[in-house]
């Protein structure tokens, strides 16, 4: 337990799985006050105890809301829910999708559902958040789960790799709309993290186990290690970092 997060109220979208479990279960470990997640449902796909289960047994308040990260009416009221808590300190944009027949050929439909997710998503969650948070005259943080794939591209992620692209490119150019209000946006890019989304197509998962044999640290990341970055971001101890994106990827990226 560190005190990163003392006194903040973090809010994880899909924070009930995956990597956003490990974000949510991290920052009640660096001494978050609140964490809210946000998903579409409350159980992990993992399975096992609920997110907010767990961080009520740590001693941090929790809450569950049920949302579509693709309604902005969704995420504003996310937000304005939080009131009642402080209002948000830390925005945690995580919820994303990867689909099975990506590639050249994807379809519009998947290509669609893949930008309304991954970016709308993403962008409404921020929005909310930054409403708010100017509104409330805090300095807070934003951070965006963007992804290994928008750094470099692969035959196997044509749309999931366009839309995490997108993400690095939005979090630096919020950055430069909210640095002027004290808010910081910026973005940590996982490398191969071991949860259900690599297992999302027999492609992903193949090239997964070719990248884990060359990269510098030969393993799998935890969703803990993201959790682990991303409290740093949200702290005040990444006071003067914005506009980054972070690669969280046991050095694969630095090596392809
Ligand atoms: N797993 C990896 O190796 C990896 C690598 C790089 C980036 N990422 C990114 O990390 C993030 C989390 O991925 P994960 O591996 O934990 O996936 P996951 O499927 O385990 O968890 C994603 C969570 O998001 C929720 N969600 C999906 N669509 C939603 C919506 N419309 N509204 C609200 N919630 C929604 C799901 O219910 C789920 O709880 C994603 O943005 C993903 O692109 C994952």
């Known amino acids: ?138 300095q807070g943080s934003i951070v965006m789960t963007g992804s290994m794939g928008g750094i470099r591209g692969a035959a196997v992620t044509v749309g999931y790799s366009t839309t995490k692209g997108g993400v690095c490119l939005m979090a630096a150019s919020l950055a430069d709309a909210l640095g002027p209000d004290g808010i910081r946006v910026n973005a940590v890019c996982p490398g191969l993290i071991d949860t259900s989304l690599i297992n999302a197509s027999p492609g992903v998962a193949k090239a997964a186990q070719g990248l884990v044999d060359r990269m510098p640290l030969r393993r799998l990341g935890q969703p803990s290690e993201v959790g682990d970055a991303v409290a740093w971001l949200g702290s005040d101890c990444s006071s003067f970092v914005t506009g980054v994106s972070l690669a969280v990827d046991g050095g694969l990226t630095a090596i392809i």
């Open 1 to 138: 337990m560190t005190a990163l997060l003392k006194d903040k109220l973090i809010v994880v979208t899909g924070g009930a799985s995956g990597i956003g479990r490990g974000i949510a279960l991290a920052a009640a470990r660096h001494g978050a006050r609140a964490v809210v997640i946000a998903d579409l449902q409350p159980d992990p796909k993992e399975g096992g105890a609920t997110t907010t289960s767990l961080l009520e047994e740590m001693g941090t308040i929790a809450r569950f809301c049920r949302v579509d990260v693709t309604s902005r009416a969704d995420m504003d009221a996310l937000v304005a829910d939080t009131l009642d808590l402080g209002g948000v300190d830390v925005m945690v944009c995580n919820a994303g999708i990867a689909l099975p027949r990506d590639g050249c050929d994807i379809s519009e439909e998947d290509f669609h559902q893949l930008l309304r997710v991954n970016l709308d998503g993403v962008l409404f969650s921020a929005q909310a958040a930054a409403a708010q948070m100017r509104s409330l005259g805090k």
